[in-house]
């Protein structure tokens, strides 16, 4: 196995928080890690992305899974999406309030159903057939998101969320592309609300001949662009560092939105954008772990 034909990409969700001081990197670092050893190991791409994202969903620091932020009514739903870049195969969920770890949920809808996309009560019921034991939604309202919905509610002023949506793209010793998304989607949404994390297409997406993408941001924006789409087949064309800025300039100018993504190319090569003030990230293509989080420089 050479690792040159590995790599792997985290985001921990793009935001308006400060870039100074520096946000604390320690869990894109460790989620990055796990997914590398999984590759270095031999195990496949689609592994190595679902084990990054269920590393975030278990950080209560991030806006998934446990610590995801709550809806109008006080209460977490979570979205995930998975995709396989060799077969197109994908599996995603949505406003599920009752499994703490959403994103083998999406697997398993992929692996073990027809379907794509199951929701609410439906995604609940099928997670209890494939063996996933039900987690009170209870468990996954950290204090600190619970104080800032009572803030918001109270019309309070609110300090922007301290980390964001997680998302993984990696790139096996096969050559094979895997992308996996999840979030808690937007502070005080209304109840049944789906976000890009959930759309195939917008907030994730994965072709071996074109490119993996995980987006996070402003989602009703990237499902208008059907972004991760646009910029997986731009990578293809123009390659994955052009494709991503590419794509964050589109989401800027077309429709005004806010956001960043991670893409890999068909080789393999980590490539980043956002317009906003912070993406927290991790990202290797040769062993080393890399972290940043703000703006690249422009070339």
């Not at 929701?119 to 987690?135: C, D, E, K, L």
């Amino acid at each position: 196995m050479r690792d040159s034909l590995l790599a792997v990409a985290v985001h921990g969700g793009a935001g308006e928080r400060p870039a100074s001081p520096a946000p604390d990197l320690g869990g894109v670092r460790l989620a990055a890690e796990a997914a590398w050893a999984i590759l270095a190991g031999g195990g496949s791409a689609l592994d190595a992305v679902e084990a990054a994202v269920r590393l975030l969903e278990d950080d209560p620091a991030y806006n998934a899974g446990t610590g995801a932020c709550l809806n109008v009514e006080g209460d977490a739903e979570l979205d995930a999406s998975i995709m396989d870049g060799a077969t197109l195969a994908c599996g995603a969920v949505a406003v599920v309030r009752d499994v703490k770890n959403p994103v083998t949920l999406a697997r398993r809808v992929m692996d073990r159903s027809r379907h794509v996309l199951l929701a609410g009560p439906g995604a609940s019921a099928f997670a209890r057939h494939v063996g996933i034991p039900p987690y009170p939604g209870t468990l996954l309202v950290t204090d600190a998101q619970r104080a800032r919905w009572e803030a918001r509610r109270a019309g309070a002023p609110v300090a922007a969320e301290p980390k964001g949506t997680v998302g993984a793209v990696a790139r096996d010793a096969q050559g094979h592309l895997a992308a996996a998304t999840s979030t808690g989607g937007i502070a005080m949404k209304l109840p049944g609300r789906v976000g890009d994390s959930a759309v195939i297409g917008a907030g994730t997406y994965a072709d071996d001949t074109l490119g993996a993408v995980s987006c996070t941001g402003e989602g009703e924006r990237m499902i208008q662009l059907a972004l991760a789409r646009q910029a997986a087949e731009l990578a293809a064309r123009v390659g994955a560092r052009e494709a991503a800025r590419a794509a964050i300039r589109l989401l800027g100018e077309r429709v005004n939105g806010r956001g960043g993504l991670i893409l890999l190319g068909p080789s393999g090569d980590p490539s980043f954008a956002l317009n906003t003030a912070t993406m927290p990230r991790a990202y290797s293509s040769g062993g080393a772990i890399l972290v940043a989080h703000g703006p690249e420089p422009a070339a």
